[in-house]
Protein backbone atom coordinates (compact mmCIF):
# COMPACT_ATOMS: atom_id res chain seq x y z
CA UNK A 1 0.00 0.00 0.00
CA UNK A 2 1.18 3.51 -0.74
CA UNK A 3 0.84 6.02 1.58
CA UNK A 4 1.65 10.28 0.67
CA UNK A 5 1.22 12.77 2.82
CA UNK A 6 1.40 16.37 2.04
CA UNK A 7 3.55 18.64 4.67
CA UNK A 8 5.29 21.27 4.89
CA UNK A 9 7.83 19.15 7.07
CA UNK A 10 8.17 15.85 5.36
CA UNK A 11 11.35 14.95 7.75
CA UNK A 12 8.83 14.47 10.20
CA UNK A 13 6.93 11.57 8.28
CA UNK A 14 10.13 10.28 7.35
CA UNK A 15 11.96 10.38 10.69
CA UNK A 16 9.05 8.16 12.18
CA UNK A 17 8.47 5.96 9.71
CA UNK A 18 11.80 4.78 8.80
CA UNK A 19 11.47 2.84 12.89
CA UNK A 20 9.25 -0.12 14.18
CA UNK A 21 6.44 -1.08 13.05
CA UNK A 22 6.38 1.63 9.84
CA UNK A 23 10.11 1.11 9.22
CA UNK A 24 10.05 -2.50 9.07
CA UNK A 25 7.04 -2.65 6.72
CA UNK A 26 8.99 -0.30 4.33
CA UNK A 27 11.91 -2.75 4.46
CA UNK A 28 9.41 -5.62 3.46
CA UNK A 29 7.86 -3.75 0.72
CA UNK A 30 4.11 -3.78 2.28
CA UNK A 31 3.89 -0.12 2.54
CA UNK A 32 5.66 2.63 0.63
CA UNK A 33 5.61 5.72 2.08
CA UNK A 34 6.08 9.36 0.80
CA UNK A 35 6.38 12.77 1.76
CA UNK A 36 5.55 15.85 -0.34
CA UNK A 37 6.83 18.90 1.06
CA UNK A 38 4.04 21.50 -1.18
CA UNK A 39 5.95 24.62 -0.54
CA UNK A 40 8.29 23.34 -2.99
CA UNK A 41 5.07 23.64 -6.02
CA UNK A 42 4.46 27.82 -4.77
CA UNK A 43 4.51 30.01 -7.48
CA UNK A 44 6.70 33.31 -5.66
CA UNK A 45 10.05 34.18 -5.27
CA UNK A 46 9.35 33.79 -1.32
CA UNK A 47 7.90 30.39 -1.27
CA UNK A 48 4.55 31.65 0.28
CA UNK A 49 2.15 29.35 0.88
CA UNK A 50 -0.40 31.07 3.11
CA UNK A 51 -1.88 33.99 3.02
CA UNK A 52 -4.07 36.53 5.23
CA UNK A 53 -7.93 35.34 4.74
CA UNK A 54 -10.51 37.23 2.66
CA UNK A 55 -13.08 39.55 5.25
CA UNK A 56 -10.40 39.46 8.07
CA UNK A 57 -9.64 37.28 10.51
CA UNK A 58 -6.87 35.79 12.94
CA UNK A 59 -3.62 34.33 11.36
CA UNK A 60 -3.00 33.14 7.90
CA UNK A 61 -4.77 30.70 5.56
CA UNK A 62 -2.88 28.22 3.78
CA UNK A 63 -3.46 27.89 0.28
CA UNK A 64 -5.17 26.05 -2.47
CA UNK A 65 -2.44 26.63 -5.72
CA UNK A 66 0.48 24.76 -4.01
CA UNK A 67 -1.72 21.81 -2.69
CA UNK A 68 -3.41 21.54 -6.02
CA UNK A 69 -0.05 21.51 -8.07
CA UNK A 70 1.47 18.78 -5.62
CA UNK A 71 -1.49 16.76 -6.00
CA UNK A 72 -1.05 17.04 -9.70
CA UNK A 73 2.54 16.80 -9.77
CA UNK A 74 1.93 12.98 -8.19
CA UNK A 75 -0.80 12.10 -9.63
CA UNK A 76 -3.05 12.25 -7.11
CA UNK A 77 -6.20 14.76 -8.08
CA UNK A 78 -9.51 13.24 -7.49
CA UNK A 79 -10.48 10.71 -10.41
CA UNK A 80 -13.50 8.46 -10.98
CA UNK A 81 -11.08 5.71 -12.23
CA UNK A 82 -9.39 5.74 -8.99
CA UNK A 83 -11.64 3.67 -6.96
CA UNK A 84 -8.42 2.23 -4.71
CA UNK A 85 -6.98 5.68 -4.08
CA UNK A 86 -8.54 8.24 -1.29
CA UNK A 87 -7.65 11.68 -0.79
CA UNK A 88 -8.13 12.96 3.06
CA UNK A 89 -7.66 16.21 5.01
CA UNK A 90 -6.44 16.71 8.38
CA UNK A 91 -9.70 18.88 10.19
CA UNK A 92 -10.81 18.60 13.31
CA UNK A 93 -14.58 18.93 11.80
CA UNK A 94 -13.66 16.45 10.04
CA UNK A 95 -15.26 12.83 11.21
CA UNK A 96 -13.87 10.94 14.11
CA UNK A 97 -11.39 8.75 13.17
CA UNK A 98 -12.03 5.09 14.77
CA UNK A 99 -10.99 1.76 14.31
CA UNK A 100 -13.95 0.97 11.98
CA UNK A 101 -12.00 3.58 9.55
CA UNK A 102 -8.71 2.26 9.70
CA UNK A 103 -9.88 -1.64 8.07
CA UNK A 104 -11.47 0.31 5.31
CA UNK A 105 -7.97 2.54 4.56
CA UNK A 106 -6.09 -0.60 4.79
CA UNK A 107 -8.48 -2.04 1.44
CA UNK A 108 -7.03 0.84 -0.69
CA UNK A 109 -4.29 0.66 -3.01
CA UNK A 110 -3.08 4.62 -1.67
CA UNK A 111 -4.09 6.83 1.10
CA UNK A 112 -3.32 10.33 0.49
CA UNK A 113 -3.27 12.91 3.43
CA UNK A 114 -3.03 16.40 3.53
CA UNK A 115 -1.61 17.72 6.90
CA UNK A 116 -2.05 21.41 7.79
CA UNK A 117 -0.33 24.43 9.57
CA UNK A 118 -1.26 28.16 10.22
CA UNK A 119 -5.15 28.46 10.91
CA UNK A 120 -6.60 26.12 8.39
CA UNK A 121 -7.05 25.86 4.75
CA UNK A 122 -8.59 27.55 1.90
CA UNK A 123 -12.00 25.96 1.26
CA UNK A 124 -11.05 25.68 -1.69
CA UNK A 125 -8.61 22.87 -0.92
CA UNK A 126 -11.57 20.41 0.33
CA UNK A 127 -12.89 20.35 -2.85
CA UNK A 128 -9.76 18.28 -4.22
CA UNK A 129 -10.37 15.61 -1.25
CA UNK A 130 -12.73 13.00 -0.77
CA UNK A 131 -12.90 13.26 2.99
CA UNK A 132 -12.40 15.14 5.96
CA UNK A 133 -11.09 13.00 8.98
CA UNK A 134 -10.40 14.11 12.53
CA UNK A 135 -8.57 12.30 15.55
CA UNK A 136 -9.79 14.23 18.27
CA UNK A 137 -11.08 17.35 19.80
CA UNK A 138 -7.80 18.95 20.92
CA UNK A 139 -5.55 20.94 18.87
CA UNK A 140 -1.86 21.10 17.90
CA UNK A 141 0.70 22.77 15.53
CA UNK A 142 -0.20 21.13 12.60
CA UNK A 143 -1.40 17.51 10.98
CA UNK A 144 1.64 15.75 10.91
CA UNK A 145 0.89 13.27 14.14
CA UNK A 146 -2.52 12.92 13.03
CA UNK A 147 -1.58 12.01 9.70
CA UNK A 148 1.07 9.55 11.23
CA UNK A 149 -1.76 7.94 13.88
CA UNK A 150 -3.94 6.95 10.51
CA UNK A 151 -1.04 5.61 8.84
CA UNK A 152 0.00 3.47 11.40
CA UNK A 153 -3.50 2.55 12.41
CA UNK A 154 -4.12 1.55 9.02
CA UNK A 155 -0.84 0.08 8.14
CA UNK A 156 -0.81 -2.94 11.16
CA UNK A 157 -3.86 -3.89 9.28
CA UNK A 158 -2.22 -4.94 5.99
CA UNK A 159 -1.44 -8.34 5.96
CA UNK A 160 2.53 -9.18 6.58
CA UNK A 161 2.99 -5.88 8.84
CA UNK A 162 2.29 -7.45 11.81
CA UNK A 163 4.36 -10.70 12.81
CA UNK A 164 1.81 -12.41 14.08
CA UNK A 165 -1.59 -11.50 12.42
CA UNK A 166 -3.27 -13.57 15.65
CA UNK A 167 -2.60 -10.44 17.55
CA UNK A 168 -4.92 -8.73 15.40
CA UNK A 169 -7.87 -10.82 16.48
CA UNK A 170 -6.72 -10.36 20.55
CA UNK A 171 -6.40 -6.67 20.44
CA UNK A 172 -9.28 -4.55 22.10
CA UNK A 173 -9.31 -1.10 20.90
CA UNK A 174 -11.30 2.42 21.49
CA UNK A 175 -11.57 5.66 19.61
CA UNK A 176 -7.96 6.79 17.95
CA UNK A 177 -6.75 10.54 19.29
CA UNK A 178 -4.33 12.67 18.31
CA UNK A 179 -4.37 15.82 17.45
CA UNK A 180 -5.11 18.73 14.89
CA UNK A 181 -3.63 22.04 13.76
CA UNK A 182 -5.42 25.62 14.87
CA UNK A 183 -8.45 26.52 12.99
CA UNK A 184 -10.51 29.50 13.64
CA UNK A 185 -13.61 27.78 15.41
CA UNK A 186 -15.85 27.22 17.68
CA UNK A 187 -17.34 24.09 19.97
CA UNK A 188 -20.47 22.86 19.89
CA UNK A 189 -21.76 20.60 22.66
CA UNK A 190 -24.50 18.31 20.82
CA UNK A 191 -27.43 16.37 22.25
CA UNK A 192 -25.30 13.38 23.53
CA UNK A 193 -22.63 15.35 25.62
CA UNK A 194 -20.16 15.09 22.56
CA UNK A 195 -17.94 18.01 22.13
CA UNK A 196 -17.69 18.79 17.94
CA UNK A 197 -15.56 21.27 16.60
CA UNK A 198 -17.53 23.62 13.80
CA UNK A 199 -16.23 26.25 11.51
CA UNK A 200 -17.21 28.18 8.67
CA UNK A 201 -15.27 28.43 4.93
CA UNK A 202 -12.31 30.58 4.74
CA UNK A 203 -10.49 31.94 1.39
CA UNK A 204 -7.51 33.79 0.59
CA UNK A 205 -5.77 34.65 -2.65
CA UNK A 206 -5.83 33.93 -5.70
CA UNK A 207 -9.77 35.49 -6.00
CA UNK A 208 -10.30 33.40 -8.63
CA UNK A 209 -8.85 29.64 -8.53
CA UNK A 210 -9.66 27.85 -12.45
CA UNK A 211 -12.90 29.25 -11.94
CA UNK A 212 -13.85 28.45 -8.21
CA UNK A 213 -13.77 32.14 -6.51
CA UNK A 214 -14.06 34.07 -3.31
CA UNK A 215 -17.33 34.64 -2.25
CA UNK A 216 -18.30 38.56 -3.62
CA UNK A 217 -19.55 39.31 0.35
CA UNK A 218 -15.75 38.52 1.90
CA UNK A 219 -14.41 41.42 -0.64
CA UNK A 220 -16.94 43.42 0.60
CA UNK A 221 -15.28 45.04 3.38
CA UNK A 222 -18.98 45.23 5.26
CA UNK A 223 -18.16 43.25 8.38
CA UNK A 224 -21.71 42.88 9.29
CA UNK A 225 -22.66 41.13 6.34
CA UNK A 226 -19.33 39.03 6.50
CA UNK A 227 -20.26 38.04 10.15
CA UNK A 228 -23.61 36.80 8.89
CA UNK A 229 -21.88 35.30 6.02
CA UNK A 230 -20.12 33.29 8.54
CA UNK A 231 -22.83 32.19 11.09
CA UNK A 232 -25.03 30.87 8.46
CA UNK A 233 -22.18 28.71 7.23
CA UNK A 234 -20.77 26.96 10.24
CA UNK A 235 -20.02 23.41 9.38
Known amino acids: ?79 KNKTKTKIIIMDPAGKKFDQRMAEKFSKLDRLILISGRYEGFDARVYKLADERISVGDYVLAGGELPALTIMEATARLIPGVLGNAESLKEETFGKVHSSQFTVHRTKLRTKNSELRAIEYPQYTRPENFMGMKVPKVLLSGDHKKIDSWRKKRML
Not at 57 to 75: E, F, H, R, S
Open 1 to 79: MNFDVLTLFPDMIYNYCDDSILGRAQKNKHINVRAHDFREYTLDKQRHVDDRPYGGGPGMILQVQPIYDCLKAIKALKS
